[in-house]
């Protein structure tokens, strides 16, 4: 089972419109925590790095929000763009094991004017 | 600063070939990891080479095997070609493989097993 799930697997939405993105996490013990865009056929790209011991983070309108207690992280869209349509992917890296990344499929979305 | 460079962009081999791919890290990095992506999934983590050892290794057979080189680039060779192995193969690269090392990734070589 993976350890990073991701949902919802794509969505479709309106240009200038908001979305959020959930991304539920089993790794343990946890070190951190990271939101990654992927435009089609290419590497992916950071968005946000976040520890435990942080609620928040954004960049531009990108805005990713952390419950270590439960687990879950969200990225938020704010007044989306016709650019934003690509895959966005959560990361979660974990302590013991400091080398190797868990990675989410990913969410879809797509942008529409 | 020239970021991470992978090449060939596109690959076709056939069922049983082998193939090499290619990765230059990101100028000061020395560090290259290697993910398969396969279509519709995240990238599966493959190995971590650092000074030119493997230093970690993902679920993946003996078929797959890399090498990094003393200028810190890299090469991912797969033996006995599957059609399974058709997916896009990332290159990332850090200063450092910790978790907490920032991986930038390449553009990535999509492979297609025929």
């Known amino acids: 089972k993976n350890q990073v799930e991701q949902s919802p697997q794509s969505l479709i939405i309106l240009e200038g419109k908001n979305c959020t993105l959930q991304c539920n996490y089993t790794v343990s013990p946890f070190s951190n925590l990271r939101w990654y865009k992927q435009d089609t056929g290419r590497g992916p790209v950071s968005l946000t790095i976040?520890?435990?011991?942080?609620n928040t983070k954004s960049n531009g309108r990108y805005t990713a929000t952390l419950d270590a207690d439960t687990k879950q992280s969200s990225l938020h869209i704010t007044a989306s763009q016709l650019s934003d349509s690509a895959s966005y992917i959560c990361v979660v890296s974990e302590r013991s094991n400091d080398y190797k990344l868990s990675f989410g499929a990913g969410t879809t979305v797509t942008v529409r004017a | 600063d020239a970021g991470v460079t992978q090449s060939p962009t596109h690959l076709i081999k056939t069922r049983g070939q082998q193939v090499t791919l290619r990765c230059s890290p990101k100028?000061?990095?020395?560090?290259v990891s290697w993910y398969q992506q396969a279509l519709g999934q995240g990238p599966q983590f493959i190995f971590q080479y650092y000074e030119e050892e493997e230093r970690q290794r993902g679920n993946f057979p003996d078929r797959f095997s890399g090498h990094q080189f003393p200028n810190y680039s890299s090469e991912l060779n797969v033996n006995a070609l599957l059609l399974g192995d058709s997916a896009l193969y990332l290159c990332?690269?850090?200063?450092?493989?910790?978790?907490?090392?920032?991986?930038?990734f390449g553009p990535g070589t999509r492979l297609t097993v025929t």
């Open positions: 100028s000061g990095h020395d560090t």
């Open positions: 990332a690269s850090s200063l450092g493989g910790g978790g907490w090392y920032e991986q930038y």
């Open positions: 976040m520890t435990f011991s942080e």
